[in-house]
């Protein structure tokens, strides 16, 4: 039976409002404070393994510090001081780091800047405001170390996320210290924070901090053992440090050309590190 022009425009206007009705009702997941769709990571340190403490970070206005042993985190939250899209959440007891975007959005959408990117630099600022007790370069070795392990991290979900990035739930202690410590993602993104939303502080990490102009670090491979290098002066000083934090080589740049003895390796240069493969 064929359908007549009104009948048509009816059953059109039915079909949209069910669209409309379905995108509304993702929209509702996607923006629900609970939902785990989330793109996230976690990093716990076992038992005695690294002790973390609350520190200098109570005296700063834009960490929330959250003493309530009953509540939901006894710790501290915080925006990410690299992308305020991003949560920080520091649980004292378990020595554990919990990241996570505060937007679900387009689903794991790609962003300018990674979450091993975030990680490591939120652990160089719990050294530096005193939450864990070990020197700088313990510290930017250590997390360099870990950061590669996690991002070899072979997960089911591995093919939803940015491959260039990391997304599992990683344990790290004295007994484990390869890829075989990560979990796979909790629930499509990491482990949630129960109430997350009521524990970060009103102000951002950029309205406490001035924005600066920087250069733009590239890296590039050009042959096994020879990377080239933008963004920084000629004739740069660097370091090149093994995944365990041995120094390989340090040198200086010729016409922007790094030498390395092998890979995977970090380069540390102009106070960046760089994860060579």
């Not at 990683?170 to 979990?183: G, L, P, W």
Request: glycine share 6%; net charge negative; charged share 20%.
């Amino acid at each position: 039976m064929k359908m007549n022009f009104k009948q048509m425009f009816v059953m059109k206007k039915v079909l949209l409002l069910i669209a409309f009705l379905t995108i509304m009702l993702f929209s509702a997941e996607f923006d629900d404070s609970k939902s785990n769709f989330r793109q996230g990571t976690q990093l716990e340190f076992g038992l005695n393994y690294i002790a973390f403490n609350f520190g200098k970070t109570c005296s700063l206005n834009y960490i929330n510090c959250v003493t309530d042993e009953y509540g939901p985190l006894y710790g501290f939250a915080y925006y990410s001081t690299l992308d305020t899209n991003f949560a920080v959440f520091v649980n004292v007891y378990a020595s554990r780091i919990t990241i996570f975007n505060v937007h679900t959005g387009p689903f794991f959408e790609e962003r300018s800047v990674s979450l091993s990117q975030i990680l490591k630099q939120e652990f160089i600022n719990l050294q530096e405001w005193d939450v864990v007790n070990i020197s700088k370069d313990s510290a930017s070795h250590l997390i360099d170390r870990i950061v590669y392990n996690m991002l070899e991290c072979k997960v089911d979900m591995a093919d939803i996320y940015n491959a260039n990035d990391m997304v599992s739930v990683y344990t790290h202690i004295a007994s484990c210290d390869t890829f075989e410590c990560c979990a796979e993602p909790t629930d499509g993104g990491t482990a949630m924070i129960e109430n997350w939303w009521t524990l970060l502080p009103e102000k951002k990490p950029t309205s406490i901090f001035p924005k600066t102009a920087t250069s733009c670090l590239r890296i590039s491979r050009l042959r096994p053992g020879v990377f080239y290098g933008e963004g920084f002066p000629q004739a740069t000083p660097y370091k090149v440090f093994d995944v365990n934090g041995i120094l390989l080589k340090q040198g200086i740049t010729e016409n922007g050309q790094i030498y390395v003895p092998k890979t995977p390796s970090i380069l540390d240069i102009e106070h960046k590190k760089v994860l060579l493969k």
